[in-house]
């Protein structure tokens, strides 16, 4: 007999099976469930709305693998502002280019669905949780390691409404607006990477910094159509990372 306990998920936590079960305004996410995690089969936890907020799989890869190409050597540690259930922090942890990975995460239950998931990937003893507000965390439990450290934030953007925006706007992003979130960050790391919605204001991304300064803009696509696109700020060398 295994000596392990299995472990319990929280009521709100849920690993669907059959299309039967599933709530119809997440049934196009099921859909791409193995798209949003290769591994869906084995357990994957997630809560309802923690569907709406996952970045696709092959995106997080190539994400992970562009910061980890980018970076200058003397960052070793990666901050995931906003782990949600964990799909960017379980690329990042798979990279093994960071010393440790530190990933935040408001909601308890979706947290618990993140340490989950990194155990079906096998990468959780390369990953520090924080149950709590990303910006307090940052200022009062991490503030050492900002000069060895890069942030990268998937933020909200406010529900699934901006999907009908022809151009969206940053300023108005709820709960944080781009210029909030470039501020608080800038006072941890100069290194940032923002994960965004695919039609975000370019100049938006471009005002909230000097003019001295730069950001590059990248889109992640899948099957030739964009998902989203990241804005690093900071001097991150993306020639070294495959387009």
Known sequence: MSGETEEVAPPEVHHYSDKSEVPWDIQNYWYQRHRI???????????????????PEPVANKIAEDLAASVPKEKVVLVDAFAGAGGNTIAFAKSGRWKRVYAI??????????????????????????EGDCFDILKNQLSDLGPYSIVFA????????????????????????????Y?????????????????????????VIDDNEKVNVRHYCIEGASKALCAYYGSFDMEKSKS
């Not at 290769?38 to 997630?46: A, H």
């Not at 998937?154 to 979130?181: A, C, H, K, V």
């Open 37 to 55: 995690f290769s591994k869906y089969e084995e357990g994957i936890w997630l809560t309802d709305d923690a569907w709406f907020g996952v970045t």
């Open 154 to 181: 998937s933020p909200p953007w406010g529900g699934p409404g901006y999907r009908s925006d022809e151009i969206f706007n940053l300023q108005t992003m709820e709960p944080y607006s781009l210029d909030f979130l």
């Open 183 to 207: 501020q608080e960050y800038s006072k941890f790391s100069k290194f940032l990477a923002l994960y965004l919605p695919r039609t975000s204001d370019l100049r938006q991304l471009a005002k």
């Open 105 to 130: 995460e408001k909601n308890p239950a979706v947290l618990a669905c993140a340490k989950h998931n990194a155990k079906i990937y096998g990468v959780e003893t390369g990953i520090t949780w924080f």
